[in-house]
């Protein structure tokens, strides 16, 4: 098992580009996760998803969107990036709560807005 | 909400010594686990160990080991033998084992940075 994947692993955006953050589980799990690390915190979620088709709000959600078209994919989007979005970002999966507990992590994603 | 609080930013070990890192929680609910997770210079969030809240025994992983104190909401970590590979960040993490959707997310601590002295 590859685990989770997470491409690119940096990028440099202007002020106003979009972009797309790609995370690919082969675990098959249902739960996925987007969080953001800023410089000196913890992570916070930024959406996750129950399954393919469903996802939702997590804390941080403004400036971002997600889809969830299969069970293995979770982009996340950025329309107009802008300085307060640079940060790390992790994507995470787990099995059903109940099932199992541990979240899984890819890589991370530095991402740099000027 | 849960809040996870690490009050040490940094700590600093002698290679083979032992080291506590230190994390309080805060939540009204009686079933939960509590992990630790390490992150190197690379990024990757790697888990360290887990707890659950409703073992009174203390989990272990090979060197490291967590003293879980559940009335003081209190669970540390302890390091033997430290080794120049722990160098990392630290993070304690606590998740609900009640609530799914964005419960089921993970509350993070600020982190501790260890280095280890050779």
């Known amino acids: 098992n590859a685990g989770v994947t997470q491409t690119p692993k940096f990028r440099i955006l202007k002020i106003g580009q979009s972009m797309t953050l790609q995370c690919t589980q082969d675990?098959?799990?249902?739960?996925m996760y987007w969080y953001r690390q800023d410089p000196g915190m913890g992570l916070k979620l930024i959406y996750y998803?129950?399954?393919?088709?469903?996802?939702d709000k997590g804390e941080v959600p403004n400036g971002y969107n997600v889809s969830r078209s299969t069970t293995e994919d979770f982009p996340l989007r950025l329309e107009l990036a802008a300085p307060s979005q640079t940060s790390v970002y992790f994507c995470?999966?787990?099995?059903?709560?109940?099932?199992?507990?541990?979240?899984?992590f890819g890589p991370g994603t530095r991402l740099t807005v000027t | 909400a849960q809040t996870v609080t690490q009050s040490q930013p940094e700590m600093s070990v002698q290679e083979a010594e032992t080291v506590t890192l230190s994390c309080t929680y805060d939540?009204?609910?009686?079933?939960?686990?509590l992990f630790w997770y390490k992150q190197p210079p690379s990024r990757q969030m790697i888990l360290v160990i887990r707890?659950?809240?409703?073992?009174?025994q203390n989990a272990t992983e090979n060197r490291f080991s967590v003293n879980f104190q559940k009335a003081a909401k209190s669970f540390s970590l302890k390091i033997s033998d430290s080794q120049l590979g722990d160098a990392a960040m630290y993070f304690c993490?606590?998740?609900?084992?009640?609530?799914?959707?964005?419960?089921?997310?993970?509350?993070f601590g600020k982190g501790i940075t260890l280095s280890v002295r050779p």
């Open positions: 995470a999966s787990s099995y059903t709560p109940g099932v199992g507990y541990e979240q899984y």
């Open positions: 675990m098959n799990h249902n739960y």
């Open positions: 998803s129950v399954g393919a088709g469903i996802t």
């Open positions: 939540t009204s609910e009686s079933d939960y686990y």
């Open positions: 707890q659950e809240a409703y073992k009174q």
């Open positions: 993490a606590y998740r609900s084992a009640l609530e799914t959707g964005a419960n089921s997310k993970l509350t």
